[in-house]
Structures are given as C-alpha cells and as structure tokens.
C-alpha cells in the first residue's frame, strides 16, 4: 500500500471522491489531535474576473494550474479538481497565515507561465472550534 520510489515530489492529486473520503477522516482525526487543517479553493479567471469562456484556454490553463499547485504544495498536502477550473487544496499542519505563503508560491508559478491569466483563492479553515 505504499508509494513507490518513483513517485513524483510535490502534492497528493486524487479525484474529487477520494478527497471527500480523506477530508472526512481528516476531521475526525482533526478533533482528537487537534492538528490544523485547511481547505483551499483556487479557481481560474480571466483578468478581467470571469470564468474563462473558451474550452481550449480552460483546458490548457487548467493542466497549467494543476501542474503549479502540484508543485507548490508539500508531499503531505493533497488535492483534486473541482469543477472545470477549480481546485481544491487540503493544507495540513500549517498555520492561517501560512495558507497566504501557498498561494502566492502558486500565483507567481502560474503568472510565470501565463502572465495574462489571473487566479483567486479563497481559503476557508475547516478547524472544528473545540
């Protein structure tokens, strides 16, 4: 039940079914050790605040955002797809603030690669007030 060696650095991808099911057990463990836990959810627009409209540029920013969230999180973070041009982003173990470090790490890989394509990020912390 192991990865292998070979598996690549950076994120957990899983599908959105799978991510339901590890955020549930997530927050179960979350009450017992009270370790924090944070949900991100980064969607796509276009620079002017809209969803973008062509299927091609989607697709293609879509596999660009992917690649750049998988790469800006750590080994232990895990995350999915959510919808066309969202993604949703578990971060485990990190303080509020450290949630703004991610997504600037993000931002600035993504506008290296598409500099007139913007990102919003919404972070909600899924800590249970005990």
């Given amino acids: 039940m192991n990865e292998q060696e070979e598996t690549e650095r950076g994120g957990y ?3 959105y079914p799978v991510f339901k099911g590890i955020y549930q057990a997530s927050i179960r463990i979350m009450k017992r050790t009270r370790v924090p836990v944070y949900l991100m959810l980064c969607t796509l627009e276009d620079e002017e605040g809209r969803q973008v ?12 955002l992917k690649k750049c969230v998988g790469e800006s999180i750590r080994y232990s973070d895990i995350y999915t797809s959510y919808g066309k041009v969202q993604f949703l982003i578990m971060l485990i173990g990190i303080k509020r603030e450290d949630c703004e470090i991610v997504k600037k790490r993000i931002n600035r890989q993504f506008a290296k690669k598409n500099p007139r394509v913007a990102e919003k990020y919404h972070v909600n912390s899924i800590v249970c007030e005990l």
């Fill in 53 to 64: 409209q062509s299927e091609t540029k989607m697709n293609k920013y879509s596999r660009q």
């Fill in 13 to 15: 991808f899983c599908s």
